[in-house]
């Protein structure tokens, strides 16, 4: 069986999106998966828009989602002595024209075919006159005037086009830059392309890059046209959706697998399985599971899927994407077995890496600041006997395990006559500062003596202070 090649051509004009970004992750999964090459191209032809500020957005997005290239990048501004080869060997073999009408020409040519009920389209003029290059004259490709041009689509099915209304496009233009579905094809050729999977926007382009390769007698690839991401308004795609550059989402804590296992399955599907591993993903994706309905983005089942991400990765995993946040939060890591158990209480409880990181502050701080609403509340002096207590047998404890500290509260219960909520929360106010934290055994098995009794004497001190007021 021939190798599968693939390849993700993105314009270097802007930032990598969540629709480009699931293209190059269908084209890398399938390659990935049938044991074939992925090639990565930098179609920058169009000079006045595209920047390497953009190249090196696009590097980091696909670095970031961990989609490695096995050939590339290619760049088209690098390869124009390809593309005039090519174009040579079409006007040599009759398959391309030189045409010197003027643009004024061409819009009264489409003019007049609109007025007669057709599509706009070039008449031919130039088609027979055997031109030679001079100033001002454009390639034209010698299109067929009849018959049909058929599209076979492993996800649409079959698309017919009619020749007839497909014009001579232009494949040079005047300044002898080559257009965009000449130099798409002769790329694909060049590159031994024989797997184009793409947005369904460019299905017009097609029939004429078809036609191009039976003009240069080159096998077709297989063409598979992916449906677009919309909206949940069926519009086309933007910010106001909810969706971002790929970084951005990087940037607000998403993980790269919850990203690509979301943006895979909006669109593509294996039975009712939601969630997916990176390596379960490489192993099950095909493209005839591929749907034909546009996907939905839906920012929530993204931030759901990622908190699932979170909470199946592995602690010490999560420490090198979590740093930048915690850094964010004034936090320095420096001991890689408190971070674990940190991430590892906090994981079932977090959203996004950002989340995270700020309800991580309290495990760091030197002092705890007391939220005013939580201290009113909790730290009356009716807590100061439990907190008392607590804090001389906590001293006292050789070990701070599940264990040990369930038989403390129980002793603290027994004594005080109090039962646990009256006790945990002032405890949990005292060591985080606020009412809402991880279960309270766990944070204090996590911050150890030498942070516990400590912030116990803080808000012991704090009722004390206030028992006049």
Request: aromatic content about 10%; proline content about 6%.
């Amino acid at each position: 069986m021939e190798q599968i090649i693939t390849r993700f051509p993105p314009s270097p004009t802007g930032y990598l999106h969540v629709g480009g970004a699931r293209t190059a992750i269908f084209n890398w999964l399938y390659a990935r998966h049938m044991n074939g090459r992925f090639v990565l191209r930098i179609e920058d032809t169009d000079t006045k828009r595209s920047t390497q500020a953009s190249v090196d957005a696009i590097f980091d997005a696909l670095k970031w989602l961990d989609i490695d290239w096995d050939e590339g990048p290619y760049y088209q501004t690098q390869r124009f002595e390809i593309y005039n080869d090519y174009i040579q060997k079409m006007i040599d073999s009759g398959q391309a024209y030189y045409c010197t009408c003027s643009p004024e020409q061409i819009d009264l040519m489409r003019q007049k075919a609109m007025a007669n009920g057709l599509k706009p389209r070039y008449d031919g003029t130039c088609r027979e006159k055997g031109l030679k290059k001079a100033e001002n004259t454009v390639v034209r490709f010698r299109a067929p005037l009849s018959g049909t041009t058929v599209v076979e689509d492993v996800i649409k099915g079959n698309i017919v086009f009619q020749n007839s209304e497909l014009d001579d496009f232009v494949i040079c233009r005047s300044d002898g830059a080559p257009t965009y579905n000449f130099v798409v094809v002769v790329d694909d050729i060049t590159m031994n392309i024989n797997t184009v999977i793409r947005g369904d926007d460019h299905v017009m382009n097609t029939p004429k890059q078809i036609l191009l390769y039976h003009a240069l007698q080159t096998p077709l690839p297989t063409f598979g046209h992916v449906p677009m991401v919309l909206g949940s308004d069926r519009s086309r795609l933007s910010k106001r959706h909810g969706a971002m550059s790929v970084t951005a989402y990087r940037d607000m804590g998403f993980l790269p697998d919850a990203l690509v296992n979301y943006l895979v399955r909006l669109g593509w599907s294996h039975g009712d399985q939601e969630f997916f591993t990176r390596d379960e993903l490489i192993e099950v994706f095909d493209l005839k599971n591929i749907g034909r309905s546009a996907g939905i983005f839906d920012p929530d089942k993204l931030l759901a899927l990622n908190a699932e991400h979170i909470k199946a990765t592995s602690p010490p995993k999560l420490v090198a994407p979590l740093t930048p946040f915690l850094n964010e939060c004034g936090i320095q890591i420096n001991d890689d077995d408190y971070i674990c158990n940190v991430i590892e209480t906090l994981a079932p409880r977090s959203k996004t890496l950002a989340e995270m990181a700020q309800a991580a502050s309290f495990f760091y701080l030197e002092e705890i600041t007391f939220e005013e609403k939580a201290a009113r509340k909790f730290l009356k002096p009716a807590a100061l006997e439990p907190l008392s207590l607590l804090t001389k047998k906590l001293a006292d404890l050789p070990s701070y395990t599940q264990e040990n500290l369930e038989d403390v509260f129980k002793d603290v219960m027994v004594q005080t006559g109090l039962k646990l909520g009256k006790i945990a929360q002032p405890v949990r106010v005292a060591l985080t500062g606020k009412t809402a934290s991880p279960g309270i055994f766990e944070i204090i098995a996590i911050l150890g003596p030498q942070r516990v009794i400590p912030r116990l004497e803080k808000a012991i001190q704090y009722i004390e202070a206030n028992l006049d007021k």
